[in-house]
């Protein structure tokens, strides 16, 4: 019965790396799912208005850079998309739907 269950799961594309054993995953003593602290930093919009170009940004108004809320690998400055000053999420065309970019 212990070797039937892996070779059910191989039969259904599953395949079982290694042997687990009890105590904590190992992905929590090496930091594999560690952050990398790397940010989205470019306006994504296909008309960047801002005069200092797509990669600068500054930290409030509207050449402030929002990260799209569902996915954050998409960024536009508020002005380029249209976006008032109040708005404080954006969801960009990829995750919204073409030509469907949310104002939030």
Not at 48 to 53: D, T, V
Request: a negative charge; one cysteine or more.
């Amino acid at each position: 019965p212990q070797q039937a269950w892996p070779i059910a799961d191989l039969n259904m594309g599953l395949s079982i790396i290694g042997k687990l054993e009890p105590g904590k995953p190992t992905w929590e003593d090496n930091n594999a799912y560690e952050s990398p602290g790397i940010r989205h930093r470019r306006c994504d919009a296909s008309n960047c208005l801002y005069p200092p170009g797509r990669e600068e940004a500054e930290e409030e108004g509207p050449w402030q850079l929002l990260l799209c809320s569902s996915c954050a690998a998409r960024g536009t400055h508020r002005w380029c998309s249209n976006l008032s000053h109040s708005s404080t999420s954006w969801e960009c065309n990829a995750c919204a739907g073409q030509g469907t970019g949310t104002r939030q």
